[in-house]
């Protein structure tokens, strides 16, 4: 039995900032963002967007009727999540009225509890060939304004429906993967913006890489030569474009290019809009997918996840018949198109503007925010959701 993604959905806030004049505002030369850092935009969520919202949004374009009846288990990852108890899935179950006889939970490693989503729903499906898993990367990327990380922000969500006999890619077996207790990047409880030591993060980044590469060569016999591309979790774009280049330093000149060149492709979208944390290495998938015009069908993609900590895994995926047809790409290039530039100053005043903690009752503007689905603040301690059908 194929068991893979069967459809692919997105969703990021309606604002950005143009990294150009966030490094004019930061007395920084803009290249060093543009081409140092590999980013050109970067999300910029207002205060009725949440992992939950953002999730939910991404979810509603992809799910129809049926797939809400055949879900029967939701798997919400985040780094973003709302509550210390009560799972972020379950209200996303609500809003989308799926299926209530379904497991719906949340798992967290930093930006690879999505891949994780994805192997639990492979072993599940195997034991349940007619149903369909619903897994969520959403986050929203803080490291405080003026930071050394601040350029590397973003927001937005990916929903992934899993399913035999998928329309989109089939994901093999088997896969290499790796922990280590590393301190490159973590966020305290009581923080709402996360420490990173760079650099270290970055070493550990291309150290896992190299190391999950070559334990998935020899348990698969598969190389670079067999690989149509290679998606990376991407905190900034320049990052993967590092590790790949160190990766196919030696290779042959036709692998090399073709390798590059779809890489290029594949970071278009994470470059104007920055680090959605989970959903990284999928916005990737989708962008490599929806903008490329000459891979085929029974090609075979590389993934390579990485969750600060630490944990990767390094996988691989064919690209289906027809995968073309079960995208939502006009959607989603409508969606980045149609976003609104704020200043560098009016995203400091929405990046300041937080919900104030232990108040029972707050109500939230949702009437400022286009998307369907919002955040629409706290009653008796809970949190509050409407979904503007």
């Not at 060939?129 to 929203?140: A, C, Y």
Request: proline share 4%; charged share 20%.
């Amino acid at each position: 039995m194929e068991i893979g993604i069967d459809k692919l959905g997105f969703y990021t806030p309606h604002m950005y900032v143009d990294t150009k004049n966030l490094a004019l505002a930061r007395n920084i030369e803009p290249e060093k963002f543009t081409i140092g850092i590999g980013q050109e935009k970067m999300a910029v969520p207002p205060i009725t967007q949440d992992a939950v919202s953002l999730a939910a949004n991404a979810a509603l374009e992809i799910l129809t009727p049926k797939d809400k009846k055949e879900i029967d288990f939701v798997i919400f990852a985040t780094e973003s999540g709302v509550d210390h108890s009560k799972a972020a899935g379950i209200y996303l179950q609500h809003l989308l009225e799926i299926n209530p006889n379904a497991r719906s939970i949340e798992v967290k490693q930093a930006c690879y509890s999505a891949t994780a989503g994805i192997q639990i729903a492979k072993g599940h499906i195997s034991l349940n060939p007619t149903s369909k898993v619903l897994i969520l990367g959403s986050d929203i990327a803080r490291y405080g304004l003026n930071t050394g990380g601040e350029v590397t922000q973003g927001a937005g969500a990916v929903a992934i429906l899993m399913s035999a006999d998928p329309k989109i890619m089939t994901i093999e077996s088997p896969s290499s993967y790796q922990t280590e207790h590393v301190m490159d990047f973590w966020r305290p409880i009581y923080s709402d913006t996360a420490f990173v030591q760079g650099k270290y993060s970055v070493d550990q980044y291309m150290a896992f890489f190299q190391n999950l590469l070559e334990d998935y060569k020899n348990k698969t016999g598969y190389g670079l030569k067999d690989f149509e591309a290679i998606l990376f979790h991407l905190p900034y774009t320049k990052m993967g474009l590092k590790a790949l280049k160190n990766a196919t330093a030696e290779a042959s000149e036709e692998d090399r290019e073709r390798l590059l060149s779809n890489f290029e492709i594949s970071k278009q979208y994470n470059t104007t809009v920055g680090n959605i944390y989970t959903g990284s290495l999928y916005l990737s998938l989708l962008s490599l997918l929806e903008l490329n015009t000459t891979i085929e069908a029974g090609s075979r993609v590389a993934l390579f996840s990485y969750g600060s900590g630490a944990v990767g895994e390094f996988f691989s995926g064919i690209l289906q018949p027809g995968y073309r047809d079960a995208l939502y790409t006009a959607q989603h290039k409508a969606l980045l198109a149609e976003r609104k530039e704020i200043t560098v100053a009016e995203y400091e005043k929405i990046f300041q503007e937080t919900v104030p903690v232990g108040l029972s009752d707050v109500e939230l503007p949702v009437e400022k925010d286009p998307a369907p689905i919002c955040f629409s603040g706290i009653k008796d301690h809970m949190r509050q959701y409407v979904y503007k059908k």
